[in-house]
């Protein structure tokens, strides 16, 4: 079972910048991000999978940009123009199996590693 440990969380105001790290303790070669608000559901916002293809959410298109450094078993959430509905509980979310299936990118379920979760607060 693969580990994942997310890093970079933390408070900005809206319009700021900040950048969340997940790393992975073995090669995973599809790696989304998630995040949660208080009473709201948890959604998907990115993904990168090993082939280059990227993935995001309507409402961070433009704004967030996944990448991902193979070699290091890292994957990056740049984020910038923050808003305060991007206030959430972000989670790195990993799949280190071989066969992807009809999973989709933006499921929970399509990723059977997670990480604990880094905090990102967007103060108005």
């Known amino acids: 079972q693969v580990q994942v440990v997310e890093s970079g969380g933390g408070s900005v105001q809206a319009g700021g910048s900040l950048t969340l790290s997940c790393a992975a303790s073995g090669y995973c070669p599809r790696v989304a991000w998630f995040r949660q608000a208080p009473g709201k559901e948890r959604e998907a916002v990115a993904a990168?999978?090993?082939?280059?293809?990227?993935y995001y959410a309507d409402s961070v298109k433009g704004r967030f940009t996944i990448s991902q450094d193979i070699a290091k078993n890292t994957v990056t959430l740049q984020m910038s123009s923050l808003k305060p509905e991007d206030t959430a509980m972000y989670y790195c979310?990993?799949?280190?199996?071989?066969?992807?299936?009809?999973?989709?990118?933006?499921?929970?379920?399509?990723?059977?590693?997670w990480g604990q979760g880094t905090q990102v607060t967007v103060s108005s």
């Open positions: 990168v999978f090993s082939d280059g293809s990227t």
């Open positions: 979310a990993a799949d280190f199996r071989t066969f992807w299936g009809g999973a989709t990118w933006y499921t929970a379920s399509s990723y059977p590693a």
